[in-house]
C-alpha cells in the first residue's frame, strides 16, 4: 500500500486518511546485546563489563536489538492485535559502524532487514530513526560510535575525572559537585532510600548502590564532551577551520563520489599529497555513508515510510 502526504494528512493510494496508530520499537536498541558497556540501564544487558572497554569495540553487536528475529513473528502480532500500524524503529549511528571508520557492521543490517521483512508480513509500516541522546554512550548518552570521541581528543576514560560528562557508571564516585554524597540504598521492603550526610557518605541498610537520578542525562548536552561533539559536527568548519583529518586513500571523505587522487592529480598524472578534510566534513560524511549503508540494505521493502 502506499503512503504520502496530502493537504497535510497521510493518505493511502486512493485518497484515504490514513490513521497511523504507532509505537517505539525499542529503547534496548541504543545499546549492544553483547561485549559492551552499558550507560543506560543494567537491566539492559546481562553481560558484565568494564566502563569504556576499548578491546570490545570490534566484536560488540546489535544484533537481537530489539528482540531475537526468532520472537519477531509474536512482537508483531501482539503489536497488530492492540492495534498498532506503524513502528518507529531506533537505529544507532554505532551499531552500523562501531568498529572504526567505513568498517559497517553487516551482520547487524542483515538483522535489521529481516527483522523489518516480519514486520511487512503483518503489515506494520515502518518508519526507520537514526536515533542519538546526547551524543553516545561514553557522553551519557547513545548514537554515535567511540572512535568519534576519540578521534578529536578526547581521553573517555578521563571524561568523569573533570565532569566532561556524566554516565550511569561513573556517578556517585566523587568526580561530580552536582553528586558528591548522594548514594542509595536498598531497603527491607525492596523500595529504595535516597540518603545523604552532605559529606559524601552515604547510610542505609542493604547494598550501597548509587543512585542515578531521573532525567539527569540531558544535562550533558551542556558538558564539554557532547557540547565539542556537536560544535564540531555542525560547525567545525567555522570554530576549528584548521583541525584537519586524513582520509584513507581513494576516499576524500566529503562523500561526493570522487576521491582524493581525481582531485588533487594534475596534468602529468602526479598526485599531491594534501589528502585530508575538516572534521566537520569527516564526521558529516561519515553519519550519512552509515545511513545511507543501512537503506541500502533495506531496498525494496514495501512497507517503510520515511527516515529521520
Known amino acids: 500500500m502506499g503512503i504520502r502526504i496530502k493537504h497535510g494528512e497521510f493518505v493511502d493510494e486512493h485518497n484515504r486518511v490514513l490513521n497511523l496508530r504507532g509505537i517505539n520499537v525499542g529503547g534496548s536498541s541504543k545499546v549492544p546485546s553483547t561485549n559492551s558497556n552499558n550507560n543506560h540501564n543494567n537491566s539492559n544487558n546481562n553481560n558484565n563489563n568494564n566502563e569504556n572497554d576499548h578491546s570490545t569495540q570490534s566484536s560488540i553487536t546489535f544484533v537481537n536489538r530489539p528482540f531475537p528475529l526468532t520472537t519477531a513473528p ?30 559497517y557492521d553487516i551482520e547487524y543490517l542483515t538483522y535489521v532487514r529481516s527483522i523489518l521483512e516480519v514486520a511487512a508480513e503483518y503489515d506494520i509500516r515502518v518508519y526507520l530513526d537514526p536515533h542519538q541522546d546526547v551524543w553516545s554512550r561514553w557522553t551519557g548518552g547513545d548514537g554515535a560510535p567511540l572512535w568519534t570521541l576519540e ?54 541498610s542493604g547494598s550501597d548502590a548509587i543512585g542515578f537520578p531521573k532525567m539527569i542525562w540531558p544535562t550533558n548536552y551542556f558538558k564539554l564532551a557532547c557540547a565539542t561533539m556537536f560544535t564540531l559536527f555542525w560547525a567545525g568548519e567555522r570554530f576549528a577551520p584548521h583541525f584537519m583529518v586524513d582520509v584513507n586513500d581513494g576516499d576524500d571523505g566529503d562523500g561526493d563520489g570522487e576521491d582524493v587522487d581525481d ?15 575538516n572534521i566537520q566534513t569527516y564526521l558529516q560524511t561519515h553519519y550519512t555513508n552509515a545511513m545511507a549503508e543501512l537503506l541500502k540494505h533495506l531496498i525494496g521493502l514495501p512497507n517503510i515510510v520515511g527516515i529521520g
Not at 78 to 101: D, Q
Not at 174 to 199: F, Q, T, Y
Open 74 to 103: 509474536l512482537h508483531f502480532a501482539r503489536l497488530r492485535a492492540c492495534g498498532f500500524t506503524l513502528i518507529r524503529f531506533i537505529v544507532t549511528w554505532e551499531a552500523i559502524e562501531h568498529a572504526g571508520p567505513d568498517q
Open 263 to 277: 582531485k588533487n592529480s594534475s596534468n602529468d598524472g602526479s598526485s599531491k599529497s594534501n589528502k585530508q578534510v
Open 151 to 204: 578521534m578529536v581528543g578526547f581521553d573517555v576514560e578521563s571524561l568523569r575525572e573533570c565532569e566532561a560528562a556524566i554516565t550511569m557508571e561513573s556517578y556517585g564516585r566523587g568526580n561530580s559537585s552536582a553528586e558528591r554524597g548522594w548514594r542509595r540504598s536498598s531497603s527491607n521492603d525492596g523500595g529504595v532510600v535516597v540518603v545523604s550526610d552532605g559529606n559524601g557518605n552515604g547510610s542505609g
